[in-house]
């Protein structure tokens, strides 16, 4: 672990963050103002240091992020809306372990559990685990075709209650099958009935695969007892050999194989610490609009430490080389060309920072520290100003984005207020990165904006009225937001969650970056003043939608709740 220049100020925040009084990072300018770059600098490398260990969810890294966190919330002065009178929603978090000694084979051949078959327990469809539950037996069970997710033609999930359905997924327009953004969150959700679910990925098992599966995994649950589907991932050729075909995608929707044998099990315990949503509202002015929300969100947690310690600037140049979005891209190696751009930029960097700067710490400055400061900053403006707007303001920090969304799953599932006074939510994810040097850099007052129409046209339009209001506008960029985008991002953030519900949602991001994922992405690469822009540009749309007198009318398609996503 790398310690970095922190001042003193950081520091005395630090010492306490693990505690339930910390020490505020906020300064004594009047808080009425608008965010500075200064003020969410000072947040920053408070909230993405070392000391909060990555802030992996479920861990004591995340658990010190999230009482900081409700201790800036305090201090700003919002109202508690979580359990019980405080500003935590626990969002219940447990540890399982895969049984290697058992294993599930297909025709009479056993499957090599991380090469053939990768168990995924903490998948589930995106959805809870029962508490006090088990996974389904596949023994002697029928195996049906279910089709490609998201076809129209996909089976039904009455036809495979009690069987085990093999899906697969479509090709991106890379050719390339990626199974994360078919069950982040949920496209097997409505199939809760089978008895197991199989995913054809056309990806190869990784060579870590079957360390991953003999790892612990992680899932909520809900809080009653039962039974869930065994998720798992299966090789093309695997799916091929249950139904005794060379391509299973020439394998019609509901046909029938032969009875799996055998099954995998796990052994269960509470994740080490809580891992927690933290919730304030500033309640808004007009007694008849009052108990309506508008939500602002951001998420809390990052992906925590690496085994071992890296060489910092190593990473750095061969992100800038090869790795321009981060954990985005897949790694490879590189020409030869490469390989010596690599090494003049990694030696430059080491001689400028005075030798090699081991770090094993996923600081997660930009995700999504960067998103948290402003969702702090943004409410310290709100709580401060003595013309509050009509309605009120929900900020919700989630934690467990990057391990499926399930403080948004959580919250919208079991929401502290009503949901349906939940009139819109705002999200920010990764709005820190804006400078020229980054992939997605655009410009200074550049902004991704995802999502903003699907549900309601009107949101859309009052972002557009607010932006033409500001001097200089906010140089709007669509162009992930089109349908079909291979990256999907509309289901890949918490604002989904909320979408699913019909809760009219806009995404504002500056999208991914050398550092993403990335033991590089700290407070120290972080474009403040973009941020800044952000948070203020945020406030504003806030403010407007707080201020309507009516809802946003959904004119757009409304999805299942329990079904998939797909942009």
């Known amino acids: 672990m790398r310690t970095r220049y922190v001042s003193q100020l950081f520091f005395a925040t630090l010492l306490v963050a693990g505690c339930t009084s910390a020490v505020s990072t906020t300064t004594t300018q009047p808080a009425s103002r608008e965010s500075t770059a200064e003020e969410l600098r000072t947040l920053l490398y408070a909230f993405s240091d070392d000391s909060m260990l990555g802030r992996e969810a479920g861990q004591l890294g995340d658990f010190k992020a999230t009482t900081w966190i409700a201790e800036q919330m305090r201090r700003i002065g919002l109202e508690p809306g979580g359990d019980g009178g405080t500003y935590y929603q626990t969002v ?40 006090g539950g088990s996974i389904r037996s596949v ?41 994360r953004y078919f069950y982040r969150p949920g496209s097997i959700a409505r199939y809760a009935d089978a008895a197991g679910v199989a995913i054809a990925s056309l990806d190869a098992m990784s060579a870590t695969s079957l360390a991953r599966a003999r790892s612990s995994q992680e899932h ?91 060489d910092h600037d190593s990473v750095l140049a061969n992100n800038m080389v090869i790795r321009r979005q981060g954990v985005q891209d897949a790694l490879r190696a590189p020409t030869a060309d490469e390989a010596a751009r690599i090494a003049f930029l990694r030696d430059s960097l080491t001689r400028a920072h005075g030798g090699v700067r081991r770090d094993s710490v996923n600081n997660g400055a930009d995700d999504d520290g960067s998103g948290t400061v402003a969702l702090l900053a ?33 919250f919208t599932d079991h929401p502290t207020v009503p949901r349906d006074s939940i009139i819109t939510q705002l999200n920010m994810d990764m709005v820190g990165r804006g400078k020229a040097t980054d992939v997605m850099g655009r410009g200074p007052n550049n902004v991704q904006l995802i999502g903003a129409g699907r549900l309601a046209s009107g949101l859309r339009a009052t972002i557009d009225s607010v932006n ?22 509309y289901c890949r953030s918490d604002h989904y969650m909320y979408a699913r519900y019909g809760i009219p949602i806009s995404y504002f991001s500056l999208g991914y970056h050398t550092d993403y994922h990335q033991v590089t992405d700290e407070a120290q690469y972080i474009d403040y003043d973009h941020l800044a822009r952000i948070a203020g540009f945020v406030y504003d749309v806030a403010r ?8 946003f009318v959904i004119d757009g398609q409304r999805m299942d709740p329990l079904g998939g996503c797909r942009q």
């Open 468 to 489: 033409a209001a500001r001097t200089p506008h906010m140089d709007i960029d669509l162009s992930f937001d089109a349908n079909g985008h291979p990256m999907n991002r």
């Open 378 to 410: 943004i409410a310290r403006r709100f709580a401060a100003s003595a013309d509050k707007p009509r309605r009120s303001l929900l900020f919700v920090s989630h934690t467990g984005e990057e391990k499926g969304l399930w403080g948004s799953q959580w």
């Open 220 to 310: 909520i649950h809900s809080n009653v007892t039962g039974s869930a589907p065994l998720i798992m991932l299966i090789t093309p050729t695997v799916a091929a050999r249950m139904f005794g075909v060379d391509n299973i995608d020439a394998v019609a929707v509901g046909t029938s194989a032969p009875s799996l044998t055998g099954g995998l099990s796990y052994t269960e315990m509470p994740a080490s610490y809580p891992a927690r949503n933290v919730i304030g509202i500033v309640r808004g002015s007009d007694p008849q609009l009052r108990n309506t929300y508008v939500a602002i969100g951001a998420h809390n947690d990052h992906v925590g430490l690496e085994r071992r310690a890296l």
């Open 544 to 551: 407007a939608v707080a201020d309507r007198p009516q809802r």
């Open 92 to 131: 219940p978090i447990s540890i399982a372990w895969l049984d290697t000694t058992r294993t599930i084979a297909v025709r009479g051949l056993p499957l090599r559990v991380g090469v053939d078959v990768l168990p995924f327990i903490n998948a589930n469809g995106g959805r809870a685990v029962p508490q």
């Open 139 to 179: 023994d002697g069970v029928e195996v049906v075709f279910g089709g490609q997710l998201g076809a129209p033609s996909v089976i039904v999930p009455s036809a495979v209650a009690g069987k085990v359905v093999v899906f697969t997924i479509p090709a991106g327009s890379d050719g390339r099958r990626d199974f």
